[in-house]
């Protein structure tokens, strides 16, 4: 599901088929938008910023924003070296936000640029979120913030999570002079960014939202 701004770009099934179902997911979609919101005002105050400050910078005026109903089906084959119900991955937006059905699966590597990587299962926390930090994040506080590398076993049983994304990418991509030793200094544009962060693989789609081209690429064979 995408922004309700482009809402002829969304399908949904009938009312006759799902009664409810379009007006549960907006209303969700909604809550989910302002808790990300009020996610960022304290990752700001983290920072030592002004709580508004990203708001100040219109960083959320029409964010693209995305939510993903995930289905994992059970009994898959653990056994086999390399099966993952999701591979190794961080996510490139600034904040995830995931709610699980409590079905274990998840895990995180705290420091994903040590080998060999050391998992860890995410415990399920009833009525909590789990919260990634996005690659545009770290881009932004010059790596204070770390995005979370993390991954999905096969599992045991069918599996069900809720995944929200809100990004910024209607901003420039400066860094926020937080920390020691800047690793990056420089403005980057999004489109910049995007080719930047996914140079090593292919494009396969190109979508247009906002006047600004994302590329969604798959690896190099």
């Known amino acids: 599901m995408g922004p309700l701004e482009e809402d002829h770009l969304n399908q949904w099934p009938s009312e006759e088929d799902l009664p409810s179902w379009r007006s549960t997911m ?12 009020k996610l960022i005002s304290l990752i700001a105050l983290a920072l030592n910023l002004d709580e508004d400050f990203f708001q100040k910078l219109g960083a959320l005026h029409e964010p693209v924003t995305y939510l993903r109903l995930l289905r994992y ?16 991955h961080t996510d490139y937006a600034i904040i995830t936000l995931l709610l699980t059905d409590g079905v274990p699966g998840l895990q995180i590597c705290r420091d994903k640029y040590k080998q060999p990587q050391v998992w860890e299962d995410v415990p399920s926390i009833s009525g909590a979120f789990i919260v990634n930090i996005g690659d545009t994040m770290e881009r932004w506080t010059n790596c204070l913030f770390r995005s979370t590398m993390h991954r999905v076993l096969p599992p045991v049983q069918e599996r069900y999570s809720v995944m929200i994304q809100p990004l910024l990418f209607t901003l420039p991509f400066s860094s926020i002079n937080v920390s020691t030793g800047l ?16 140079g090593k693989l292919h494009i396969v789609v190109i979508l247009s939202v906002h006047d600004l081209i994302f590329y969604f690429i798959g690896p190099k064979r």
């Open 26 to 37: 907006e209303a969700y979609y909604k809550k989910m938008l302002s808790t990300g919101t």
């Open 73 to 88: 089906p059970g009994d898959a084959d653990s056994s086999r070296e390399g099966v993952y119900g999701a591979s190794a």
């Open 183 to 198: 690793k990056w200094s420089s403005i980057i544009i999004c489109s910049s960014f995007m080719e930047f962060h996914f």
